[in-house]
């Protein structure tokens, strides 16, 4: 019953499709018609605290989590869906609490910090800022 345990439910920015991040894995559905368009398992890509789609793309950002997490809580991953690979990492000081991105943009936030990154043109940090406590 453990591995069936759902941690997060993201939308993409269209409200098209949405992930479900699990201890087993992720899996990505299509709204209408509702139906499952793909799963990994935790083989693939561990278990997932979280995984945000970049619209209709093969692009996702996982941030892991869980008990079996394939990388460590403080690296952000891309995954490219298409080459059934990670394809990119960006690690942090603190552990990754929460990812929202764009074609252009990526923010990225930390439990007493926000970054922002331009995104794939290529990927470098525009600025960061300290916060108060970001639980989420």
């Known amino acids: 019953m453990g591995d069936r345990k759902i941690y997060s439910i993201r939308f993409n920015q269209d409200h098209g499709c949405f992930t479900a991040s ?8 299509n709204v209408e018609p509702l139906v499952e368009k793909s799963h990994y398992d ?8 979280s995984c945000e789609m970049l619209f209709r793309t093969n692009i996702w950002a ?3 989590g869980g008990m079996r997490p394939k990388v460590p809580e403080n690296i952000l ?9 990670a394809i990119m990492e960006i690690k942090f000081a603190a552990a990754v609490k929460s990812v929202r991105f764009r074609r252009d943009k990526l923010v990225v936030v930390l439990p007493n910090r926000i970054h922002l990154f331009s995104f794939l043109q290529p990927t470098r940090e525009l600025f960061s800022v300290e916060t108060r406590a970001n639980p989420k």
């Open 22 to 29: 699990m201890e087993n894995g992720v899996r990505i559905y």
């Open 42 to 49: 935790v083989e693939a890509v561990g278990s997932v605290a």
């Open 77 to 85: 991953q891309f995954y490219d869906e298409s080459q059934k690979k």
């Open 62 to 64: 996982i941030i892991p």
